[in-house]
């Protein structure tokens, strides 16, 4: 008896803000194939990482096709798109193999279509038809459509946000790949769709989103026909056909069926009637600071409203300058400004300049003027210290570090995702002396900077900040909040 597959595997990350004005370019991605992509990947703590090093230890064969990821950010470039889906469908042609199994965050949109992953898995399916499995690992933020849904024979997402088991997603997709090749497991989806937004109180640890996962993980445990569960989170920042909180569950062959169908409808309900729970109610930067005195521990401030971890520009000062109001301490903060980093490029390190920073692209905002010495200049990455994407080497990109008595700033580039200390310390910049760390993340930056001092969220303008009503939604309306909806019933779709 053959035990022993050859996998195809596949990488597509980037999480879309679809109406950021920045567009996702090609340069944007890292791009590997062949060798190199185990070889970057074998070590990786993401869903791709973890399916290498399952199915290597299940003694299959992994056969390298393609993998590009993007920060999040803006939707990407057609020209970029196209690029990315020739190369991996070029592979799905010329390889020999008996499955694909694919790294996917599910949330990527380009200038035209709505749903990547939709177009790339219809794509892969025209060569390969239904006669190989295929299956994905999926970013709980992701757009999951039943049509997606129904181009896989098997999709599972993370189970926790902030995000702490991408590569256990990963080695939990080999494991059932495994046992569809070897143990006849054959898995029943069925597919449930509330058309609803969440705007805050959605991370796992706590709320009504830890009461569901834990009915669904009892639920799960006990019944040993049922393989799997995912509660789709859709990023709020798209439109599209389908953009709504899903839920997937599946059965491991035709006897489980029934009692998965039952429990997809049964959370789809607990999930809907708990819809209103899922707002937040952040401070202001000014109430933050109110009470800071030299005597508490540093503050690191998350920009809730220009989240590069949500694909914001990642231009706004809006934090930096309410902290230079409100006190007197020092401050270590990030912007995006291409325009002010090319001014820095001329004038030179060592040198003093004054700019007016920030504020370019996201609309309604403003820019402010800073003046300091430019201590640094430099292009290139930097690694993660935290326990989000541990180790990981990010795009740092061209950048200057700009210091004054009141501030550090590093201005760069491109957007950025700064949820980790590593951006500033690999820039050169030291956090020893510093009182307030700004970073443009909600929630990951809390498994990285909790060493470092207090860490709060602030509501501040951008674009991801939760207020749908100030987003030009229209194709996936009606939709709560933005529209009363009544639910007559919820439908569970069989996805084979
Ligand atoms: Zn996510």
Redesign the pocket.
């Known amino acids: 008896m053959q035990t022993s597959y050859r996998i195809l595997v596949v990488q597509l990350f980037q999480?879309t803000h679809g109406f950021s004005p920045v567009h996702t370019p090609l340069t944007s991605f890292e791009i590997e194939q062949g060798v190199e992509m185990i070889e970057k990947n074998e070590k990786a703590d993401s869903v791709l990482g973890g399916l290498i090093r399952e199915l290597a230890a299940l003694g299959h064969v992994v056969v390298p096709a393609f993998a590009a990821r993007a920060r999040c950010g803006g939707k990407v470039q057609d020209a970029a798109y196209a690029f990315i889906k020739e190369r991996i469908l070029a592979a799905a042609r010329s390889s020999r193999y008996d499955a694909i199994a694919l790294d996917l965050?599910g949330?990527t949109q380009s200038e035209s279509l709505d749903s990547v992953e939709e177009d790339l898995l219809s794509s892969i399916r025209e060569i390969t038809g239904y006669r190989i499995p295929l299956v994905a690992g999926f970013?709980?933020?992701?757009h999951a459509t039943e049509k997606l849904f129904r181009l896989l024979n098997f999709g599972t997402a993370?189970k926790t946000?902030p995000?702490a088991d991408a590569a256990q997603t990963g080695e939990r997709l080999a494991q059932v790949l495994d046992s569809m090749l070897l143990r006849q497991v054959k898995p029943q989806g069925f597919h449930v769709l509330l058309p609803m937004l969440l705007g805050g109180n959605d991370e796992t640890t706590s709320g009504p989103l830890a009461t569901l996962h834990q009915t669904m993980q009892t639920a799960i445990a006990s019944n040993g026909n049922l393989l799997d569960y995912s509660i789709f989170?859709v990023?709020p920042f798209i439109d599209g056909a389908h953009v709504g909180q899903a839920v997937v569950v599946y059965a491991k062959n035709e006897d489980g069926a029934v009692a998965a169908k039952a429990l997809s409808l049964t959370a789809a309900a607990q999930f809907w009637d708990c819809r209103n729970q899922f707002t937040h109610q952040l401070p202001c930067v000014k109430d933050l600071l109110q009470n800071f005195s030299g005597t508490q521990p540093r503050l690191i401030i998350g920009d809730f409203g220009d989240r590069v971890?949500a694909g914001a520009p990642g231009d706004s000062i809006y934090v930096l300058s309410e902290c230079l109001q409100y006190s007197e301490r020092h401050i270590t903060a990030i912007v995006t400004d291409p325009a002010a980093y090319e001014q820095c490029l001329r004038a030179k390190e060592g040198s003093t300049v004054s700019l007016s920073i920030g504020g370019k692209n996201t609309p309604g905002l403003s820019a402010m003027d800073v003046a300091g010495k430019i201590t640094r200049l430099g292009n290139g990455v930097f690694r993660n210290r935290g326990a989000f994407m541990k180790g990981a080497q990010l795009r740092l990109g061209p950048f200057a570090v700009i210091e004054q008595a009141r501030y550090t700033l590093l201005v760069t580039q491109d957007a950025v995702m700064s949820q980790d200390p590593g951006c500033y310390l690999d820039a050169g910049i030291s956090l020893d002396d510093t009182d307030v760390i700004i970073v443009k993340s909600g929630y990951h930056f809390r498994m990285a900077f909790e060493d470092y001092g207090d860490c709060y969220i602030v509501e501040t303008p951008g674009l991801s900040g939760f207020h749908p009503e100030q987003l030009p939604f229209e194709k996936c309306r009606p939709i709560y909040p933005l529209d009363s909806i009544e639910l007559p019933f919820l439908e569970s779709v069989y996805l084979q």
């Open positions: 999480e965050h949330c970013d709980l933020h992701a993370y946000n995000h989170n990023n971890l």
